[in-house]
């Protein structure tokens, strides 16, 4: 199987041909006022081999990510970066929930019992090397969790600026220029954690399989679950009041900055609404592209739904007949529309659809302006009675995350103003 660097310089040189014949059709235009059979053929011949490449590099990809999960899960490092051998609490530990995964608590020796670790309200706690394989696999599942910027706590809410911005300017003391002055003023705004609850069944015949697979079928089967859940709520959730994160395609401020619900053209103060309704065009993305102040731009990704991409991806240029969109010369990275990353998610709106949520498109750089919050500590609970007849073992999941923007101006909106 070829490298992916091979792959991706063999499509470099395929584009390269591209533009080249571009050129060529550009030119038969301007002088004859058609393209010859030849030029056509040879620019359909390069538009097939640039989409054979495109296959290969995918599978490379795809090859070379499960390759890098095998490895992972042969060396599971633990929750604070050590890994080292395991300590002989650490190895009572694990051994101890595994037994009780099986079997649960009547199937446990008093001693293996006094090895878990519970919340207060009787929980099991994951292990840390266990609950650091669930976050690790988080990002790939979550396109939000991807883009937006992280961190951990142990509260169950942090303020989003603990003070106002500081203030500065130039000057020199020694020739009495005034010094720019800052009051910093507490935020009472705060992201709470939110207690995302879920549920996995686990066959009887995985639960006698070994450690190290009944681990990772737990990691898969939960981090899944998890993924599905937060990604939507980081998209469209509706706040603490509704006990989710809060969403940034339906944040109140953002939905008011794009103009949403003002005529077709209208720009905002953090958006623009699509020229013509239902209908997003490339011309709709440039405009809010150049929205976005210039400090936020090293970074910024386009956040939409896989139908909206496509249907930038469709047009092409009115002369050459060259598509607008770009595919990514190098493997595993998305593709980009005037230089930017596209990153797809299933719960942004597409403009046809009649949702309620209005906002079509995002742009701008997510890792400044939105913050996801995780308190560590995954529970389960065991539910042996319900999934019985079914020869399956019910385990209710208890993550806590949180998050909502944290800098507005980072983000610029596409809206639609009639959906």
């Not at 002055?181 to 639960?207: F, N, W």
């Not at 150049?290 to 002369?319: C, D, F, I, N, S």
Request: hydrophobic share 40%; aromatic share 6%.
């Amino acid at each position: 199987m070829p490298e992916p660097k091979d792959l991706a310089e063999l499509v470099q040189e395929a584009v390269d041909e591209l533009h080249k014949a571009s050129d060529r059709q550009d030119a038969e235009i301007k002088a004859q006022g058609e393209i010859t059979g030849e030029t056509k053929a040879a620019v359909e011949k390069i538009q097939t081999n640039i989409t054979a490449l495109l296959a290969s590099q995918e599978e490379v990809v795809k090859a070379a990510e499960a390759m890098e999960v095998k490895l992972q899960r042969q060396a599971i490092p633990s929750a604070a970066g050590d890994q080292g051998p395991k300590s002989e609490e650490a190895k009572a530990r694990s051994a101890a929930f595994f037994k009780w995964i099986r079997g649960g608590k009547v199937a446990m020796e008093p001693q293996e019992r006094k090895a878990l670790v519970e919340n207060a309200i009787g929980l099991i706690l994951v292990p840390e090397d266990l609950e650091a394989e669930i976050s690790r696999a988080l990002p790939p599942l979550t396109p939000m969790r991807g883009l937006c910027g992280q961190r951990t706590t142990t509260r169950d809410k942090i303020r989003r600026r603990s003070l106002t911005e500081v203030a500065v300017g130039w000057g020199k003391l020694e020739t009495g220029g005034p010094l720019t002055e800052t009051t910093l003023v507490p935020s009472d705004a705060h992201i709470h954690v939110e207690d995302l609850y879920g549920l996995a069944k686990i066959g009887e015949d995985e639960l006698m399989d070994t450690d190290a697979n009944l681990q990772t079928h737990i990691a898969s089967s939960f981090s899944v679950a998890i993924a599905t859940a937060e990604n939507r709520a980081f998209v469209v959730g509706s706040g603490h009041g509704s006990k989710e994160p809060e969403g940034l395609a339906v944040d109140a401020a953002l939905q008011a900055g794009g103009l949403i619900g003002g005529a077709a053209g209208a720009e905002g103060d953090f958006g623009y609404n699509l020229a013509t309704a239902d209908t997003i065009i490339p011309d709709d993305m440039l405009r809010i592209e150049y929205k976005l102040p210039p400090q936020y731009l090293p970074g910024a990704k386009w956040l939409m739904h896989r139908k909206t991409e496509l249907t930038v991806r469709l047009v092409k240029r009115a002369v050459t007949g060259g598509y607008l969109w770009q595919p990514s010369l190098l493997a595993g990275q998305p593709p980009q529309f005037d230089g930017y990353p596209i990153v797809n998610s299933a719960d942004m709106n597409y403009p046809a659809d009649t949702l309620d949520q209005k906002i079509v498109a995002i742009f701008g750089n997510f890792k400044l302006g939105y913050l996801v919050v995780d308190r560590q500590g995954i529970a389960l609970q065991r539910l042996d009675e319900l999934y019985a007849e079914a020869g399956l073992v019910g385990f209710k999941v208890h993550f806590r995350v949180g998050g909502g923007p944290v800098r507005y101006d980072t983000f610029t909106v596409l809206s639609n103003e009639s959906s």
